[in-house]
């Protein structure tokens, strides 16, 4: 257990529909990574929140949003879903910038 | 724009063989390569290399850096079926704290 907990496991939505991703970095981290991860892009990355504020952003569609919390969780907020947003979506933390990311279990999100 | 290639894609062995998995990058400003393991979900993290760090080992497992060259190796020796997995590599460029990662190789040892 790497200490990164996410919250669906599992979610099953219809096209056109909202969800909100959750995420609690380890104790102590600052940092929380949002990447998604299909079957044929791998483990891509979407966007960085360092103690509140946005650090960088990656392959993230403007139908998604993100944001990290004053207790530093993160909620990742998926828009307008299409078929294709059906993915595995990871939150990863990480205490000094320079050290390694310690990865959650994972939201597989299935768009019907 | 960073970039890592993996190879082999996948791979299939016995038990108790030794596997040799490869990771070609290219980042601007290197600044770190990382080793995951990923089985059923999440990636959990092996090594990390450095320029101050190019050689890792823990166990059967262990990882070169060469940065002239720009690639590392994962090593493991005398593997078990434990270590059936998905393998990805990922870097650190310039600027940025974020990792890139390649599409990773699928390991499966069979008894």
């Known amino acids: 257990d790497s200490g990164v907990t996410q919250t669906p496991k599992h979610l099953i939505t219809a096209t056109g529909q909202r969800v909100t991703l959750r995420c609690s970095p380890r104790s102590g981290d600052l940092s929380v990574y949002w990447y998604q991860q299909s079957l044929d892009q791998g483990l891509q990355f979407l966007i960085h929140?360092?103690?509140?504020?946005?650090?960088a952003k990656g392959n993230i569609l403007e139908r998604f949003s993100a944001q990290q919390f004053p207790d530093l969780h993160s909620e990742l907020n998926l828009s307008s879903l299409e078929l294709g947003d059906s993915a595995l979506y990871f939150c990863a933390s990480n205490r000094e910038l320079e050290g390694e990311a310690f990865f959650g279990q994972g939201t597989r999100l299935t768009v019907v | 724009e960073d970039k890592v290639v993996q190879s082999p894609l996948s791979l299939v062995v016995h038990e108790g063989d030794t596997v040799t998995l490869n990771c070609s990058y290219e980042v601007t400003n290197f600044r770190s390569l990382l080793w995951y393991k990923q089985e059923k979900k999440a990636p959990t993290f092996l090594f990390m290399l450095?320029?101050?760090?190019i050689e890792k080992k823990s166990g059967r497992l262990s990882s070169i850096l060469d940065k002239k060259e720009l690639f590392s190796i994962l090593n493991i020796t005398a593997t078990q079926t434990g270590d059936s997995a998905v393998y990805l590599c990922a870097v650190k460029g310039a600027g940025s704290y974020q990792l890139t990662f390649g599409k990773g190789t699928k390991l499966s040892v069979i008894p």
């Open positions: 450095t320029s101050s760090g």
């Open positions: 929140y360092y103690n509140g504020e946005e650090r």
